[in-house]
């Protein structure tokens, strides 16, 4: 326990009678929801652990919502952003028409081709079929 209270703060880990319990501790997906800072988001949720699906799924919805405000304002961000949802969900179209409208917004139509193909392979193994060109799907999703 001292080195957890070392690494995260005295206040993180509390002694209570019959053991420990944590103390005031914020996570930065709390901290997100509450502040909307989208520099909190560095990948995805717990990469790597099964959670409550319920949990990642408001995360990520509020990370979509963020992320679609930002296509104007700041289509490389939204990019960044769109990549952390596909690769949460990689068969998901909304996500990856996200991406791809960031992508065009931003003018990097050489990335848009090389996600979209990504995409056309992925959708083939479970059997659905995009249309061939990037653009059609764009239109047709919109």
């Not at 099964?50 to 509020?62: F, H, N, R």
Request: with cysteine; aromatic share 10%.
């Amino acid at each position: 326990m001292s080195s957890l209270r070392e690494s995260l703060g005295e206040a993180a880990i509390q002694t209570t009678g019959s053991g420990y319990m944590l103390g005031a501790v914020v996570s930065d997906a709390e901290a997100f929801l509450h502040s909307g800072d989208l520099s909190l988001w560095r990948g995805m949720y717990l990469e790597g652990l099964s959670l409550e699906s319920t949990v990642a799924d408001s995360l990520y919805l509020s990370l979509k919502l963020r992320a679609e405000a930002e296509l104007i304002t700041d289509p490389k961000e939204a990019a960044r952003l769109g990549r952390i949802l596909l690769e949460a969900d990689p068969y998901s179209l909304d996500y990856l028409h996200l991406c791809l409208s960031a992508y065009k917004a931003a003018d990097n139509y050489k990335t848009i081709g090389r996600l979209y193909d990504q995409a056309r392979e992925r959708m083939k193994e479970v059997g659905e079929a995009l249309p061939p060109q990037w653009t059609e799907f764009v239109q047709q999703y919109s």
